[in-house]
Structure formats: C-alpha cells, structure tokens
C-alpha cells in the first residue's frame, strides 16, 4: 500500500529511533574503509569520521529543532514533496520520470493523485527549489520514507565534497589543517544549517567539489579526465539551484586557473597588467551570465536584485519577524545605492547578528561566532599591512579565491536579507572560505613556508581522496 502524505506535520516515530543505529553503523563501517585506505599516505584522514559524524550529529539536532521547536519550515516542506514523487514512483515509475527528468508542468504536475499526495505548489513549480526534490525524492526509497533516515543519508552523501574543500586547503597550507577542520568540518552553524534538507546543504558540498576538481585538473594536472564528470555535474546542480554561486566562484576561479601561467611571466610589472584583467573580464563575464540567465536567478537576477533589497529592507518592519531582523538603511535602488551600502551589506552578511541582537539560543551560538570571525579579521588587520596583504593576496590563487568568493556573496546576502534566521543559513555556504581566508593571513611563529613550497608538497601528495 502506497504511503500518503499528510502536509504540515512530520515527527519522529519509534521505529526510526530503532533503525537509526543500524544505518549509523553501516556508515561507520563505509568510513572506517576510506579512512584505512588513505590515511597511510594522507595523514589528514585522521578528521575524517569525526568530521562525517559532527555533520550527521548536526543533522540530527536540526530535525529535532524543525520539528519540535520551530514547528516545520521550507526543509520539511522539501520532505513532504519528496514523499509525494517517492509515492509516484512506487504507483506509476514512467509518470515518475516525467516529473523526475522532464518540466515540472502543469500536466506532469496532474499525473499526482490524492493516493499519491501532491508536492506544495510553491516548491514544485520553482525550478529550483523542485531540482531539490528531484535529487532528494530518490533518497526516501532506501529510508522507507523517514525524515531522519533521509537527512542522514543526505549529509552522508553531502559530506563527500565537504571532505574534499577540506582537502584542498590542508594539501595547500599542512601546518595549518586544524584551523581549517575547525573552518569546514567542525563549526558549529556549518555543522547544524548545513545538515538539513535545504538549498544549502546540497550546493555547499557541490561547491567543495567544484573546488577540488579545478584544483586536480588545473593546479595539479594529475588524472584529469575522471575529473571533469563531477565538476560538470556539480556546476550544473549549482546552476539549477542557486545559479548566482557561480558568479561568486568565476573571479577567483579563472586566477586560480591560470595561476600558473601568471607565475611563469618573469616580468612582474606584465603580471601586475595581467591579474587585474583576468579579474575585470571573469567579472564582466559574470555579469553576462547573469544576464543572459536572468530568468533562472530569481531574486538575485541583475534587473531584480535592487527591487528585491528595497522590498527586503521594507518587509522587515512586518510585526511577524517578532525583531529577529535588520535594516541597513537600504533606500536607493540604483547601483550608487547599491554600492554604497556595501559596507554595511558585507558586515551583515558575515558578521550579524551581533550577541546582542540574538533572539534565541541559536543566534546566540551564532552571535558566538560571529564575535569569533569578528576577532579574527581584527587580528588579521593588526597583523598585516596594506602592502604586504596584497603581496600574499595575488601571490597564493586560493586566497584570493576564498576572499573574492565569500566577499561577494557575502554582500549579495546581507543585501538581499534581513532576517536572522534567513542570514545564518545562507552564510554556511560562503563562511568556511572566509575563516579559512582568516587562518591563512594570521601569521603564526611556526609557519614560515612559502606557498611555492605548499604547492610542491601538494604535488607529491597528490589530494589523495
């Protein structure tokens, strides 16, 4: 008999608490192997199940806090969707298809029936929030559609490319892979808002794997045929869920890319021309592709994301938000508006909310924290001048990477945001780049290693994983 969907209510039953062991097992044993297959020539996989089962733990207590706390939300609405295409697959598999790999219609929308339950219209005829359903819905099938069965599951598998962000900075700066598992694998609003069934949890593991094949294919130069395949299908589960990521990840990326070459010109006033230019031309060619894909960027579309920070900053007065909100001050749509107010769009988008403005205890541990990155660019700033900054930024690819990339989204965010709640799950996807930017610029005494060194050890080890 086919399960029905009740929309609006999902807990946890008894069954699931007595399965939950066995599928946490079977993951144990999964990880043990990788961990003894690797960890001989990469010591780093000493992190990785503590890192695999911080991120499932998050997970667990992000169920527990939806369902028992907040009452529901867009994960559980992802969920119920899901068991709705998981219901269609087990009454008619080719109308699953339809809507597994075709448009999300009104006439595929149809082939649902009360027997089967009907995915929320809101996230079915979204492109993107229904691409999240089509990668979730198959999930269920192996967790006899439990909602905590299938969170773990999906942070199993969202791990990988996580895994493999941490990778590519510890290969890059070895003396240094503590503070990055602290950055990617092991902090606290990256464990928790990156463990459910969300937007973000999926396109932050894609962006970590995106991450890692440029830096095989084009840094390292080792194996790059069997690269390709996941970085393609990455960059295409970025693009049909949150496009505008890849316009973040374009300037720092295409440096990185010719990173080598750029090194190999001896005359550095010709390297100082070109760097600036590859910047202004994988910048201008972001512009065009988020104009020319304007209709798949929602609200950060170029001829949307002006109106869509004024109507933010207006919807925050509405007594519903309880004061968990912000104003930047946001009144002019124009790009002078817009640009004006970077600076206080990029302090909100990393380091708000304040401990102060923290309404409960979540954005309290958020408050925490942000008090936290806020200690550490200080600390950075002290300890570097201007110059010098410079200097480490276009001599080591990666950190410009991470700066360009987490600076940017970080404005689009604080931007184009004004509730807290909102603003804590959108930073997982940009904040491990930012702290791993912090760790990187903060000298410290038993760290003197040029970058030219880093990479030449990474050559040899070779990012085994």
């Known amino acids: ?243 505008y990521v890849i316009f973040a990840l374009l300037p720092g990326s295409l440096l990185w890319i010719f990173s080598n070459r750029i090194a190999a010109i001896r005359n550095s006033a010709v390297r100082l021309i070109i760097v600036p230019m590859i910047f202004v031309v994988s910048v201008g060619g972001g512009f065009y592709l988020l104009s020319f894909f304007g209709s798949y960027m929602g609200k950060f579309a170029l001829e949307k994301i002006a109106n869509t920070a004024i109507v933010t900053q207006n919807d925050l007065k509405k007594e519903y938000y309880h004061g968990h909100s912000f104003d930047i001050g946001l009144t002019d749509a124009s790009p002078t508006g817009l640009i004006t107010k970077f600076p206080a769009a990029f302090v909100a988008g990393i380091y708000r909310p304040f401990i102060w403005e923290s309404g409960n205890v979540v954005m309290l541990i958020s408050g925490l924290e942000n008090t936290l990155i806020l200690l550490l660019t200080i600390s950075s700033i002290f300890q570097s001048n201007l110059v010098a900054f410079f200097r480490k930024l276009f001599r080591e690819p990666i950190l410009f990477f991470a700066l360009s990339f987490s600076i940017f989204f970080a404005f689009s965010v604080g931007i184009t945001t004004s509730n807290f709640g909102a603003l804590v799950r959108f930073k997982i996807s940009y904040l491990p780049f930012f702290l791993c930017a912090l760790f990187i610029l903060i000298k410290r005494q038993d760290e003197n290693v040029e970058f030219s060194n880093m990479r030449s050890l990474s050559s040899v080890r070779g990012l085994k994983g």
């Open 1 to 243: 008999m086919v399960e029905t969907v009740y929309f609006g209510y999902l807990t946890i039953h008894p069954w699931e608490l007595l399965a939950l062991p066995f599928y946490l097992l079977f993951i144990y044993v999964i990880a043990r192997r990788v961990k003894a297959r690797n960890i001989e020539k990469n010591p780093l996989y000493k992190y990785y199940i503590w890192g695999l089962f911080a991120k499932i733990a998050g997970g667990f207590f992000f169920v527990y806090i939806y369902l028992y706390v907040y009452n529901g939300g867009d994960t559980t609405a992802y969920f119920e969707s899901s068991m709705a295409m998981r219901n269609l697959l087990a009454t008619s598999p080719s109308s699953w298809l339809l809507n597994e790999f075709g448009a999300n219609s009104p006439e595929h929308w149809s082939l649902f029936s009360v027997e089967t339950g009907y995915p929320l219209r809101y996230m079915y005829f979204d492109s993107q929030t229904e691409m999240v359903i089509r990668l979730v819905n198959p999930l269920l099938i192996f967790t006899s559609s439990s909602y905590l069965l299938t969170t773990v599951l999906l942070d199993w598998l969202a791990y990988a490319g996580i895994w493999r962000l941490f990778l590519v900075f510890s290969d890059h700066y070895p003396n240094r892979s503590k503070l990055f598992a602290l950055a990617i694998l092991f902090f606290p609003s990256v464990i928790f808002w990156g463990s459910g069934i969300l937007k973000d949890t999926v396109t932050f593991s894609c962006t970590g794997w995106v991450v890692y094949c440029i830096h095989r294919i084009y840094v390292l130069k080792k194996n790059r045929g069997r690269f390709y395949i996941p970085l393609l299908i990455s960059l295409a589960i970025i693009f049909f869920i949150k496009p």
